[in-house]
T-cell receptor, first 113, second 110 residues
C-alpha cells in the first residue's frame, strides 16, 4: 500500500518563475492538504482540497493555487516566485477531513534564487 | 499564525533517559495530535488525544492533556538514538486546518 508520494523531491527556481508540485494521496484517501514549512519552523497550512474543490485556505496570497483531480491527486502551483517562498512543501492526505489523522509525504524542497 | 507553542525549543539528553516536551495552545480543541519529523522530511503521526481524555499511552509514548490550562505534554521513556527528531503538537482550527507549533528539536546522545 503506497503512502503519500510527492514529486519532485528537490527543485531550484529563480525569482519570478512559476512552479508546480505534485502529490498522490495514500490509497483510499480523498482529501489532500498542502503545507509550507520554512527552515526551523512548524508547517503552515496553505489549503485543503476535497471533491476537486478548495475547502479551506490558510493565510497565503493568491499566487498560491491548487487543483485536485478526479483520482484525488493534487497539484500546488506558485506563481511569481519570491525568495521567501523557499521552503519544504508538504502534502498530507486523509479520509473525510482534518479531524482524522493526516498522512504526510516526504515533501518537496523548493529553493528560490 | 501558530496555534501551539512547544517548550523547550531544543532538548538534548543521553540515551536511556526520558524526554518531556510541552505544548500550549490558544483556542478550544476537539483533539490534539503529536507528530515527529526526521531531518526535515515528512511528518509521522504519533498519537491523538481527544479533548475528553486526560492521558494516553502508545508504546514508549505518554501524552497528557489539560484543557483547563490549554496544554499538553509528550513523554518519551527510555529514549533511543532513533528518537532524534523534531516533535510537533498540532490542533485543528476551523473545520479542516491543522495548525502546528514550532516544534521541539530532540537530540539523543549515545
Amino acid at each position: 500500500d503506497a503512502g503519500v508520494t510527492q514529486s519532485p523531491t528537490h527543485l531550484i527556481k529563480t525569482r519570478g518563475q512559476q512552479v508546480t508540485l505534485r502529490c498522490s494521496p495514500k490509497s483510499g484517501h480523498d482529501t489532500v492538504s498542502w503545507y509550507q514549512q520554512a527552515l526551523g519552523q512548524g508547517p503552515q497550512f496553505i489549503f485543503q482540497y476535497y471533491e476537486e474543490e478548495e475547502r479551506q485556505r490558510g493565510n497565503f496570497p493568491d499566487r498560491f493555487s491548487g487543483h485536485q483531480f478526479p483520482n484525488y491527486s493534487s497539484e500546488l502551483n506558485v506563481n511569481a516566485l519570491l525568495l521567501g517562498d523557499s521552503a519544504l512543501y508538504l502534502c498530507a492526505s486523509t479520509l473525510g477531513g482534518a479531524k482524522n489523522i493526516q498522512y504526510f509525504g516526504a515533501g518537496t524542497r523548493l529553493s528560490v534564487l | 499564525s501558530q496555534q501551539g507553542e512547544e517548550d523547550p525549543q531544543a532538548l538534548s539528553i543521553q540515551e536511556g533517559e526520558n524526554a518531556t516536551m510541552n505544548c500550549s495552545y490558544k483556542t478550544s480543541i476537539n483533539n490534539l495530535q503529536w507528530y515527529r519529523q526526521n531531518s526535515g522530511r515528512g511528518l509521522v503521526h504519533l498519537i491523538l488525544i481527544r479533548s475528553n481524555e486526560r492521558e494516553k499511552h502508545s508504546g514508549r509514548l505518554r501524552v497528557t492533556l489539560d484543557t483547563s490550562k490549554k496544554s499538553s505534554s509528550l513523554l518519551i521513556t527510555a529514549s533511543r538514538a532513533a528518537d532524534t527528531a523534531s516533535y510537533f503538537c498540532a490542533t485543528i482550527q476551523g473545520a479542516q486546518k491543522l495548525v502546528f507549533g514550532q516544534g521541539t528539536r530532540l537530540t539523543i546522545n549515545p
